[in-house]
């Protein structure tokens, strides 16, 4: 039969015309070319593809002569893919969840192959397809938008995190399959493979331990969760392996995180009234029965319970200081007794210790048995500040093992590190979307082969503080809801931290089709990028503007804590002493005339207005393109956005107000008093208007943190405190009597710009020899001094310095690290500072653009 039209004036048959506009219409129809017998991520991937190329009106079909395009997958060197691969000339996919997607001619169609180096790698490769199927117009080309590429992992396991701090909201997804299907698949799609479930953790008890929630033990029938029967702990039973077997489907493993071991109130009570008041008693909803005789033997039982009822769990990470419960001096027997059992019974499980307060002794019995653990620890403090390990830590944890990497790094290297950023002290419920900021860390999270990390999810800590069966209450007001689950209005920040910590130099285009798509061509470029700038001010803040008793997750929370009244914010320290002044040593700096390298609080304070600047402008430009359009996204988009901007302008401010208050206590002068009150005016007319644009887009009722502890419920609540803490500040100037001839200092200017300094040094150095470090200085007002920094690659140190003196010959600075120094027990980090004549200084590398020191591997 002819497909072409009739002619004109033909005569048709009504039967021809129907058969002809039956056939114009059909939908085009594509060749997905699959084997059978996969892993089921790989089938996942697939059904995913073959869904998404069904929403876009192809049809799919199984043989490439029925198509008029043709997609190849397979897994391996083995199969259509692979071989399409090899005539194409194209790479084959390497390592574990490598993969390729290349565009050829098959049986003279066009093609792509999508090969995965194994069932992940097929599943990356058939969702990225799907999603770039989901661009294509109806009825176009659908490899239109496929790229030629080759990707293998740059870091191997890429982690979110959650928390069961409140049962009625862990029970309120645990029990939705519906829940983790839509989780699960958005976390593939975005490479996520990792996903640590932590038990016990600031919850005044419940789940400490985690066993009788899903099981009794037989030899011990005293130990029960009080309140909880058999019918119960077998729906949670059941829920659990749900959700194990939902994300080993997309690729996920699961780790089991057992933080809490036996409940003593303390710490574990997490600030929650009238919790700790719990510890030894029969309390519903928490653990009955385990006491310090029969700690050990219980723990024990009840662990291999746990792996007999869920035998597909990929990893235990255990807490192992005192927090969980354990007294110091039963901690070492404990351990040894939990790992000799894991040594003899399952010694291929993934284990994960929690490096806070964790002895040597314990690492080395954990090693010595054959265990080969990881060293989970902290990246920046409980909070999430820059995208580098801090330079240098605050004192008050400087030679423990809370803060960060301590004194872990040491060689010969006998474990593995895991990185966790605990982002949800931080970034708790405003978007967060800053590329940049990602790539940078993945960089970092390479340190000591490290080669894993996991960040908690958002809203990691919904309903924390609140009673054990309060219902969850709403994150936005109603009318301005446009989701069903939480964490799909957070869809930016999973893309960005599974896909740029997959492959660092994944384009850009992968999230702006969806901003597009969300907002419109002319809108989605700016939510974009002022998504981008607003999500560099809360680790600002928590690098430079932060006060550190709020280091913890349960006290500290940057997004709606004004970090206290001016008085005690004037005492603050920042959380990189290395790299950002503080108010209270600007004063002193000011009075005495010293100069320095780091970044003063007037420059920080500058930093913040541009960014308050930057980010408003991205917004009025969206509100402009979007025009009266908005939808409840949009609208609730653009409201975090104007709360960042109300952020960075409070603390461009307050950053002032403290220097001023701090020049007032040293000096004695009130009319630095009055600057400092005119200052913290302008922070809290800032606070004011960041409390209005959040109006009742969200809920009243934020409950993110112990209220009790300080954790308001809305920038409007936070609001009142302040302007309280300025009418106390008013009435403590009425009654301030200045020091007579007390000087009225003037903050440091800003200057035309600090020197520029480039970097030359070997990569690696060498225990007996010097290591050499020379700097080409650029400073248009002239040198005044230049100096290296350095230490071994440990927290617990100080930096060493060493002045550089100017070579004539080649023009370079230069200075020497001694080979006394150089210790093959531990890599060196050094950075440079650099002051001009008019006493504009700067350090190198430069924390805007790079991490703002350079590690150096010592030859062993």
């Not at 003279?108 to 294509?136: F, H, N, Q, V």
């Not at 080969?372 to 500040?385: F, R």
Request: proline share 5%; hydrophobic share 40%; with cysteine.
């Amino acid at each position: 039969m002819s497909t072409l039209p009739p002619r004109s004036g033909a005569a048709v048959s009504l039967p021809a015309l129907f058969l002809f506009s039956l056939h114009a219409w059909a939908a085009p129809q594509v060749a997905v070319i699959a084997q059978g017998g996969w892993e089921p991520p790989a089938q996942h991937g697939v059904e995913k593809l073959r869904e998404a190329l069904r929403a876009r009106g192809f049809g799919v079909v199984d043989a490439p002569a029925r198509a008029g395009y043709v997609l190849l997958l397979g897994v391996a060197e083995s199969g259509a893919a692979a071989g399409a691969l090899r005539s194409w000339k194209a790479p084959l996919p390497e390592g574990a969840e490598g993969l390729t997607v290349w565009r050829g001619s098959y049986q003279g169609k066009p093609a792509a192959a999508l090969c995965g180096a194994d069932a992940r790698g097929l599943m990356y490769a058939a969702l990225d397809t799907a999603e770039r199927i989901s661009w294509t117009p109806r009825g176009g080309n659908p490899l239109q938008d496929l790229r030629n590429i080759t990707e293998r992992p740059f870091l191997a396991e890429r982690g979110i995190s959650m928390y069961t701090m409140q049962r009625a909201y862990f029970e309120s997804r645990l029990y939705d399959e519906q829940y983790w299907k839509r989780y699960f698949d958005l976390l593939a799609a975005d490479r996520i493979n990792s996903f640590v479930v932590i038990f016990g953790y600031e919850n005044g008890g419940f789940m400490a331990p985690l066993y009788p929630y899903f099981f009794d033990v037989p030899e011990f029938p005293g130990v029960e969760l009080v309140g909880i029967g058999k019918t119960q702990q077998a729906r949670n039973t059941a829920a659990f392996q749900f959700l194990i077997r939902t994300a080993h489907q997309r690729g996920i493993a699961v780790t089991a995180a057992i933080w809490d071991h036996i409940y003593r109130g303390g710490v574990q009570a997490g600030g929650i009234p009238g919790a700790a008041e719990n510890a030894g008693k029969r309390v519903p909803g928490l653990v009955w029965g385990v006491t310090t005789d029969n700690l050990s033997a219980y723990t024990k039982a009840a662990l291999r319970r746990f792996l007999e009822i869920f035998p597909e769990i990929d990893g235990i990470q255990f807490r192992m200081h005192d927090e969980s419960g354990l007294k110091r001096a039963e901690m070492q027997p404990f351990w040894h007794d939990v790992f000799g059992w894991m040594r003899r019974n399952h010694p291929g499980l993934r284990l994960d210790l929690r490096a806070k307060d964790l002895p040597d002794a314990v690492i080395d019995d954990a090693v010595g048995l054959g265990l080969k653990p990881s060293i989970s620890t902290k990246y920046w403090m409980e909070q999430m500040g820059m995208p580098f390990h801090p330079t240098h830590i605050n004192a008050q944890d400087q030679r423990d093992r809370r803060h960060g990497y301590a004194d872990l790094l040491r060689y010969p290297q006998r474990y593995g590190v895991r990185w966790q950023l605990w982002s949800g002290g931080t970034t708790r419920v405003l978007l967060w979307g800053d590329p940049d900021y990602v790539r940078r860390f993945a960089v970092t999270a390479r340190l000591y082969d490290g080669n894993s990390f996991d960040v908690n999810e958002m809203l990691a800590t919904w309903m924390l503080g609140e009673p054990h069966d309060e219902k969850p209450l709403d994150l936005l007001s109603p009318q301005y809801k446009y989701y069903d689950y939480g964490f799909e209005r957070y869809w930016q920040f999973y893309r960005l931290w599974g896909r740029l910590t997959y492959n660092p130099q994944t384009g850009s285009e992968v999230w702006e089709r969806e901003f597009a798509r969300r907002f419109g061509e002319a809108a989605g470029g700016h939510v974009m990028r002022g998504l981008q700038i607003a999500s560099r001010v809360l680790p600002r803040i928590v690098a430079a503007s932060y006060r550190y008793q709020n280091f913890p997750t349960t006290r500290g929370w940057p997004e709606m804590n004004r970090q206290g009244s001016l008085p005690q914010y004037a005492g603050e320290d920042g959380s990189d002493i290395q790299q950002f002044m503080n108010v209270r040593d600007e004063a002193r700096s000011i009075v005495a005339g010293g100069d320095t390298a780091m970044r003063r609080p007037e420059e920080t304070s500058r930093w913040f207005g541009t960014t308050a600047d930057g980010i408003l402008a991205e917004v009025n430009a969206a509100e402009k393109a979007m025009g009266g359009r908005a939808g409840n996204e949009f609208r609730s988009t653009v409201t975090d956005l104007k709360i960042l901007a109300g952020l960075a302008r409070y603390h461009s401010w307050r950053l002032l107000a403290g220097v001023y208050y701090n020049l007032y206590q040293d000096t004695g002068s009130v009319a630095s008093f009055d600057d400092a009150l005119a200052s913290e005016k302008r922070a809290l007319g800032a606070w004011g208007q960041m409390a209005a644009d959040a109006g009742d887009v969200y809920s009243h009722n934020l409950a993110l943190g112990v209220h009790a502890v300080g954790f308001s419920r809305h920038w409007q609540e936070e609001y009142e405190l302040l302007r309280a803490d300025y009418e106390k500040l008013q009435a403590e100037r009425q009654k301030a009597i200045g020091k007579a001839g007390a000087p009225h200092l003037a903050l440091h200017p800003v200057t035309a710009g600090p020197p520029a300094v480039r970097l030359q040094a070997a990569a690696s150095a060498t225990p007996g020899r010097d290591f050499e470090v020379s700097a080409q200085v650029t400073a248009p007002a002239g040198v005044r001094w230049v100096r290296l920094r350095y230490r071994r690659l440990t927290q617990f140190e100080d930096y060493q310095t060493a002045e550089m003196a100017l070579d004539e010959k080649t023009g370079l600075y230069k200075a020497r690290i001694p080979a006394a120094f150089i210790d093959p027990h531990w890599d060196l980090m050094y950075f440079v500072e650099a002051v001009d004549r008019k006493g504009a200084g700067r350090m190198f590398p430069d924390l805007e653009v790079e991490t703002p020191y350079v590690v150096v591997a010592v030859n062993r």
